[in-house]
């Protein structure tokens, strides 16, 4: 296993001294619990008409070295970045909104509502010291 970390060093030295000790899925756990933190502050920050967006946001296992925090909703990214969203094969768009249906010709414009990056930005500490506290407690 080929572990590559850059700054804080508390998760450096933890990670040096669970070479060759960590299971695969030891190392798996230690990742979930740090992204425990983003995922919790990603919910919270999430625009919240009908929080089916902060439900869908979870973790997920792509490998015992590697976890990520996400949803899979088409519309995640869109409140994330922003977005224009515009007629292609046809002359109007068409959406429910409040149990209408609507339809518009021009262009319907998304304003960014980031809620993923903050959670980052914001936890990315909590997540590197349990990351560490979990990987110090199995290694022992």
Do not use: C, W
Not at 3 to 21: N, T
Not at 29 to 46: D, Q, Y
Not at 50 to 61: D, E, F, Y
Not at 63 to 76: D, F, I, M, R
Request: net charge neutral; no cysteine; proline share 6%.
């Amino acid at each position: 296993m080929e572990i590559s970390v850059s700054g804080a060093e508390d998760v450096q030295q933890a990670l040096r001294a669970a070479r060759g000790k960590l299971s695969g899925a030891q190392m798996e756990a230690a990742l979930m619990a740090g992204a425990l933190p983003i995922m919790n502050a990603a919910k919270a920050n999430a625009p919240k008409r009908t929080g089916t967006l902060a439900r869908s946001i979870h973790v997920l296992s792509q490998s015992p070295e590697q976890v990520e925090v996400g949803t899979n909703l088409e519309y995640a990214a869109p409140q994330e970045f922003g977005a224009v969203i515009a007629p292609v094969n046809a002359q109007y768009l068409r959406f429910e909104a409040g149990g209408e249906v609507v339809f518009t010709r021009g262009p319907v414009y998304i304003p960014a509502q980031p809620y993923m990056r903050p959670a980052f930005e914001a936890e990315r500490g909590a997540a590197i010291r349990e990351v560490a506290a979990a990987i110090r407690d199995m290694v022992g």
